[in-house]
């Protein structure tokens, strides 16, 4: 192998690897970081994969979240990630 094939090879792998990380972004994700808008406080909760959750009680100062004005659940208004059916381009259910 010449020096130049092995470096050509070495670009090849450069190139692939940021379109690996894009296309597993596009993967659901069903771990959201819910932020506490009355506290600050931040969890990572599990999206449930088939509903949407209405509401969610704070963990540190027990405030009930309700989802925001058009969104349908408290991952849309509150989380890191919107729920899967927001990620699937679908509306919520
Ligand atoms: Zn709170």
Not at 11 to 24: A, D, E, G, R, W
Not at 36 to 52: H, Q, R
């Amino acid at each position: 192998m010449t020096f130049s094939a092995f470096t050509s090879i070495f670009k090849i792998i450069i190139v692939v690897m940021p379109l690996k990380q894009l296309s597993m972004q596009k993967i659901i994700q069903l771990n959201s970081t819910i932020t506490c808008p009355a506290c600050g406080f931040a969890k990572e909760e599990t999206i449930p994969e088939d509903s949407c959750q209405f509401f969610y009680e704070c963990e540190n100062c027990k405030t009930i979240l309700k989802p925001k004005m058009g969104d349908c659940c408290v991952y849309c208004s509150y989380g890191s990630k919107k729920c899967p059916s927001v990620q699937q381009n679908n509306n919520c259910g």
